[in-house]
């Protein structure tokens, strides 16, 4: 995928230019390049901006470099980042290492920007109580914990307000096992007022019979979520809660820590409490909550604050190391697509989410999906076969939604509503079933197949259809014979008719009414009947013209599919799928066959010569010549009988030269004798 590099002079920089996925592109890969970043023609980058969120990038490090924090990294602010680290280090090649630790010695203290990172590096160390002539990203990370502990510390020294725990040590579990029965509890109040209001419905209130009856055959345990759903205790008049005895077995762990916390504390030795004790105890939980959130609140805003005013003092020494690290990377993915383009495992393209397996494939090209809807209105100008999937994962209970590059191989099975399994960069694995495919061709290999494929899905179902239909109708007409049937027995004759009259007859067939219809399909046959014979003519003339025969049937069914697909596969470009995804391409991103084939990865099985005692018993060799010899000479035969060349069609009729000497010659025109001359002279004698 990548050219002989050209080197190219304009405007005073002599910049190095390859072939990359098709396209001409900058190259960046020594320090004087990115010194010289500021004079790059605009129109020359791959990317023009791209965003912070939902790239596998470190967001910590764009945030730092989305200076006008937009939620977008254009061109503008990677040139500055290049021309400020310019100034803070001594060799800008140092870059190219993609070290987090960096040596004091690497940075130009001469400059005001050097300066003030080796200011802040050495105050970082200082506070960690560390000696070292060096900083690196975890000294950064760890001190920027230990601050805001710090700051936490301080906030609540100062600011405590004199608030008792209702339930000391242990109120935190106190307000989980409230909250827990809380909607439960209430709920058998409410039932309790009704039973008030009328005695008469306590049954109706209270768990039904017919509802244990229905899961009283199943294994209990595993309808815990059923029994649930019932009531917590059966309803009381006086609305007295029990403290322990008739609580829903569902129920009982949750009630019982709640009686452990609370009622143990607040109601020792009482067997049952009303709702007015019931609501003191929720007022209780309820205030303990508000000034939780309302101190977290505040000290979570004052951290906040502390940590903005103190990261202006640590931002320079922590947007060095995490540049150092991750610039590099940043203009493999913005100046051009190096990253993508190589295909190796450590440097994928920041916008690969990661692979997705299904249908006996592997498709690497996956990318993650802000806006669906955007995406599925525009990606059909890629040109490529893409698989629009909703992803799970409830181990950590998040959704997302992917699109994934079909490059290589068949359609097989899928469809819409397949499920397959998605791994993200990291290695974890979420459940993916795909919502939507944008059909484009994937190989010329499979546009030669697609006609025939399509039109034996549409034959599969027509037939299908009609044999629905046709089973419909014959169990319509069943039902309604046999409904008319026994109404004719209970029937009496009409009003008027004589008992027993017959129905009235039906008009008589008029053959001169069809004779049109005839005459049409009988012109239609004599048409088809010439089409074969001239075709059949055209076959027997030479040996070869059957194979000039088949490939022009072969060409004229594949060959748009296949034209159409040539052509698209060339222009297989990847920047409008990025382009829905926040991207600003301003560059094609092409994916040509050869580079296709290595992002779907097929399966592949040895030859294995087994026995399989389940297969099914395979027609012998020789079988199968008989019957495809039988099918030939039955097609052979039928061509010649229709063009009129089998053996006794030709001597059945009379030769040529038969015909000639059979016919009489025709008889010789009648001598006419010719008057005589009579003289003038004579004539006037």
Same mark, same amino acid.
């Given at each position: 995928?990548?050219?002989?590099?050209?080197?190219?002079?304009?405007?005073?920089?002599?910049?190095?230019?390859?072939?990359?996925?098709?396209?001409?592109?900058?190259?960046?890969?020594?320090?004087?390049?990115?010194?010289?970043?500021?004079?790059?023609?605009?129109?020359?980058?791959?990317?023009?901006?791209?965003?912070?969120?939902?790239?596998?990038?470190d967001?910590?490090?764009?945030?730092?470099?989305?200076?006008?924090?937009?939620?977008?990294?254009?061109?503008?602010?990677?040139?500055?980042v290049?021309?400020?680290?310019?100034?803070?280090?001594?060799?800008?090649?140092?870059?190219?290492e993609?070290?987090?630790?960096?040596?004091?010695?690497?940075?130009?203290?001469?400059?005001?920007?050097?300066?003030?990172?080796?200011?802040?590096?050495?105050?970082?160390?200082?506070?960690?109580?560390?000696?070292?002539?060096?900083?690196?990203?975890?000294?950064?990370?760890?001190?920027?914990?230990?601050?805001?502990?710090?700051?936490?510390?301080?906030?609540?020294?100062?600011?405590a307000?004199?608030?008792t725990?209702?339930?000391?040590?242990?109120?935190?579990?106190?307000?989980?096992a409230?909250?827990?029965i809380?909607?439960?509890?209430a709920?058998?109040?409410?039932?309790?007022k009704?039973?008030?209001?009328?005695?008469?419905?306590?049954?109706?209130?209270?768990?039904?019979?017919?509802?244990?009856?229905?899961?009283?055959?199943?294994?209990?345990v595993?309808?815990?979520?059923?029994?649930?759903?019932?009531?917590?205790?059966?309803?009381?008049?006086?609305?007295?809660?029990?403290?322990e005895?008739?609580?829903n077995?569902a129920?009982?762990?949750?009630?019982?820590?709640?009686?452990?916390?609370?009622?143990?504390?607040?109601f020792?030795?009482?067997?049952?409490?009303?709702?007015?004790?019931?609501?003191g105890?929720?007022?209780k939980?309820?205030?303990?909550?508000?000034?939780k959130?309302?101190?977290?609140?505040?000290?979570?805003?004052?951290?906040?604050?502390q940590?903005?005013?103190?990261?202006?003092?640590?931002?320079?020494?922590?947007?060095?190391v995490?540049?150092?690290?991750?610039?590099?990377?940043?203009?493999?993915n913005f100046?051009?697509?190096?990253?993508?383009?190589?295909?190796?495992?450590?440097?994928?393209?920041?916008?690969?989410?990661?692979?997705?397996?299904?249908?006996?494939?592997?498709?690497?090209?996956?990318v993650?999906v802000?806006d669906?809807?955007?995406?599925?209105?525009?990606?059909?100008?890629?040109?490529?076969?893409?698989?629009?999937?909703?992803?799970?994962?409830?181990?950590?209970?998040?959704?997302?939604?992917?699109?994934?590059?079909?490059?290589?191989?068949?359609?097989?099975?899928?469809?819409?509503?397949?499920?397959?399994?998605?791994?993200?960069?990291?290695?974890?694995?979420?459940?993916?079933?795909?919502?939507?495919?944008?059909?484009?061709?994937?190989?010329?290999?499979?546009?030669?197949?697609?006609?025939?494929?399509?039109?034996g899905?549409?034959?599969?179902?027509?037939?299908?259809?009609?044999?629905?239909?046709?089973?419909?109708?014959?169990?319509?007409?069943?039902?309604?014979?046999?409904?008319?049937?026994?109404?004719?027995?209970?029937?009496k004759?009409?009003?008027?008719?004589?008992e027993?009259?017959? +129905?009235? /007859?039906?008009? @008589?067939?008029?053959?001169?009414? =069809?004779?049109?219809i005839? !005459?049409?399909?009988?012109? #239609? &046959? *004599?048409?088809?009947?010439a089409?074969?014979?001239?075709?059949?003519?055209?076959?027997?003339?030479?040996?070869?013209?059957?194979?000039l025969?088949?490939?022009?049937?072969?060409?004229?069914?594949?060959?748009?599919?296949?034209?159409?697909?040539?052509?698209?596969?060339?222009?297989?470009?990847?920047?409008?799928?990025l382009?829905?995804?926040g991207?600003?391409?301003?560059?094609?991103?092409?994916?040509?066959?050869?580079?296709?084939?290595?992002?779907?990865?097929?399966?592949?099985?040895?030859?294995?010569?087994?026995?399989?005692?389940? +297969?099914? /018993?395979?027609? @012998?060799?020789?079988?199968?010549? =008989?019957?495809?010899?039988l !099918?030939?000479?039955?097609? #052979? &035969? *039928?061509?010649?009988?229709?063009?009129?060349?089998?053996p006794?069609?030709?001597?059945?009729?009379?030769?040529?030269?038969?015909?000639?000497?059979?016919?009489?010659?025709?008889?010789?025109?009648?001598?006419?004798e010719?008057?005589?001359?009579?003289?003038?002279?004579?004539?006037?004698?």
């Amino acid at each position: 995928m990548v050219k002989k590099k050209t080197p190219l002079s304009k405007d005073g920089y002599a910049w190095k230019y390859s072939v990359v996925g098709g396209v001409t592109r900058v190259n960046i890969e020594t320090g004087d390049d990115i010194a010289h970043l500021h004079e790059l023609d605009q129109k020359l980058w791959t990317v023009l901006s791209c965003p912070v969120h939902g790239l596998e990038f470190d967001e910590r490090t764009l945030s730092m470099i989305d200076t006008d924090k937009d939620g977008k990294i254009r061109v503008g602010e990677v040139v500055a980042v290049a021309q400020w680290l310019g100034k803070v280090l001594k060799k800008i090649d140092l870059l190219y290492e993609r070290k987090d630790t960096i040596a004091f010695a690497e940075v130009n203290a001469d400059t005001e920007e050097g300066k003030q990172v080796l200011d802040s590096a050495r105050l970082i160390l200082e506070k960690l109580g560390l000696k070292k002539e060096e900083i690196s990203l975890a000294d950064v990370v760890e001190y920027l914990a230990i601050y805001e502990e710090k700051c936490k510390a301080e906030y609540t020294a100062q600011n405590a307000e004199p608030f008792t725990p209702p339930y000391g040590d242990l109120s935190d579990d106190a307000e989980a096992a409230v909250n827990a029965i809380r909607a439960k509890v209430a709920d058998w109040f409410m039932r309790c007022k009704l039973v008030q209001f009328d005695e008469d419905a306590t049954s109706v209130l209270d768990v039904q019979v017919d509802q244990i009856a229905a899961i009283s055959g199943n294994n209990l345990v595993e309808s815990t979520d059923t029994i649930s759903t019932y009531p917590l205790l059966r309803p009381r008049k006086d609305a007295l809660l029990p403290v322990e005895g008739g609580i829903n077995p569902a129920w009982q762990d949750a009630f019982s820590k709640v009686k452990t916390l609370v009622f143990d504390v607040d109601f020792a030795g009482k067997e049952s409490i009303g709702e007015d004790e019931w609501n003191g105890v929720l007022a209780k939980i309820d205030a303990y909550t508000a000034w939780k959130t309302a101190g977290e609140t505040a000290m979570n805003e004052a951290v906040a604050a502390q940590l903005a005013a103190h990261s202006a003092a640590i931002e320079p020494v922590e947007k060095m190391v995490r540049c150092c690290r991750d610039y590099i990377k940043l203009l493999h993915n913005f100046v051009v697509f190096k990253d993508f383009y190589s295909r190796k495992p450590e440097s994928e393209a920041v916008f690969q989410a990661g692979k997705l397996y299904i249908d006996q494939r592997c498709c690497e090209l996956c990318v993650k999906v802000a806006d669906m809807g955007k995406l599925t209105a525009s990606a059909g100008q890629s040109g490529m076969y893409l698989l629009c999937c909703h992803c799970v994962s409830k181990v950590q209970g998040k959704e997302m939604d992917i699109v994934a590059a079909i490059t290589d191989g068949e359609t097989g099975d899928l469809k819409e509503g397949k499920n397959a399994v998605f791994y993200d960069r990291m290695g974890r694995d979420w459940d993916a079933t795909v919502t939507k495919i944008i059909d484009n061709p994937i190989s010329v290999r499979q546009a030669f197949w697609s006609p025939y494929r399509k039109f034996g899905n549409w034959v599969t179902d027509k037939i299908t259809k009609s044999a629905s239909e046709k089973e419909s109708k014959q169990f319509d007409e069943m039902t309604s014979k046999a409904d008319t049937a026994t109404t004719n027995l209970t029937a009496k004759p009409a009003e008027g008719a004589p008992e027993g009259a017959a +129905a009235p /007859k039906a008009a @008589p067939f008029d053959i001169a009414k =069809f004779a049109g219809i005839f !005459a049409a399909i009988g012109l #239609a &046959f *004599g048409a088809i009947g010439a089409a074969l014979g001239m075709l059949g003519s055209f076959v027997v003339a030479k040996w070869y013209n059957v194979i000039l025969l088949v490939a022009a049937v072969i060409i004229l069914i594949s060959g748009p599919s296949m034209l159409l697909a040539w052509i698209k596969l060339r222009k297989r470009n990847l920047g409008p799928v990025l382009n829905a995804n926040g991207w600003a391409i301003n560059s094609r991103v092409l994916v040509n066959t050869t580079f296709g084939a290595t992002l779907t990865s097929m399966a592949h099985y040895p030859k294995l010569v087994t026995k399989d005692p389940f +297969a099914e /018993k395979k027609t @012998p060799w020789w079988v199968k010549c =008989f019957w495809w010899l039988l !099918a030939l000479a039955v097609i #052979a &035969f *039928g061509v010649l009988y229709f063009t009129h060349n089998l053996p006794w069609q030709k001597t059945s009729e009379p030769a040529a030269a038969e015909v000639v000497d059979s016919i009489a010659p025709a008889p010789e025109p009648m001598a006419v004798e010719e008057a005589p001359v009579v003289e003038a002279e004579t004539l006037a004698e």
